[in-house]
């Protein structure tokens, strides 16, 4: 099982890239700039989209758009001086990219003892490994924009946070 989450990581990551059978790339991006996505949930359906602007046009503390059996991805923005809030995923293993923005994420085996501390920026990616004390701040002066993807799935379908104070009251695992 565990391969098969790995391969569907791997084909979400580089989904962008895809293209239909008889189609130039050009035709591709013709049709996708014409076409403005909801925000919502479309798992467990199949669905292609383009990662870097659903991420960039939410504006939802976090926002799921993809939801499986097992697998999900979220997306989240956090505002200026914001933080994702503490957490411990017991079940689900994470990762993370950051598409605009800078801050600083910390894990480590207790709450108190963070002692991974990374600097992150535009176009970096982490991995948060089950049982990983875990927090991300956005150290910028913008919004920090990031896709999330877990597996198995963290979140209820269709999960929409607005605020941080919203998703830090439905948490249950952290």
Same mark, same amino acid.
């Not at 391969?3 to 059978?21: M, P, R, W, Y």
């Not at 919502?40 to 926002?63: H, Q, S, W």
């Given at each position: 099982?565990?391969? @098969?989450?790995?391969?569907? #990581?791997?084909?979400?990551?580089? !989904? +962008?890239?895809? $293209?239909?059978?008889?189609? &130039? =790339? ?16 479309? @798992?467990?359906?199949?669905? #292609?989209?383009?990662?870097?602007? !659903? +991420?960039?046009? $939410?504006?939802?503390?976090? &926002? =799921? ?110």
């Amino acid at each position: 099982m565990r391969k @098969g989450v790995f391969l569907l #990581v791997a084909v979400l990551i580089g !989904i +962008t890239s895809c $293209n239909q059978k008889g189609q &130039t =790339t050009e035709d591709n991006e013709a049709k996708q700039e014409n076409v403005t996505m909801e925000l919502r949930d479309y @798992g467990p359906g199949p669905v #292609v989209f383009d990662m870097e602007e !659903i +991420t960039l046009e $939410n504006e939802n503390f976090r &926002t =799921t758009m993809w939801t499986g059996e097992y697998l999900q991805m979220t997306l989240m923005s956090l505002q200026p001086g914001e933080d994702i809030g503490l957490e411990l995923h017991t079940k689900t293993d994470q990762f993370i990219r950051v598409e605009e923005g800078v801050g600083t994420v910390y894990m480590g085996d207790t709450e108190d003892n963070l002692d991974f501390v990374r600097e992150l920026k535009d176009d970096f990616g982490f991995f948060i490994p089950s049982g990983k004390w875990h927090n991300l701040k956005n150290t910028g002066n913008k919004p920090l924009k990031l896709y999330s993807i877990y597996a198995p799935a963290e979140h209820a379908h269709g999960t929409v946070h607005v605020t941080r104070e919203e998703g830090i009251e439905h948490d249950h695992d952290h």
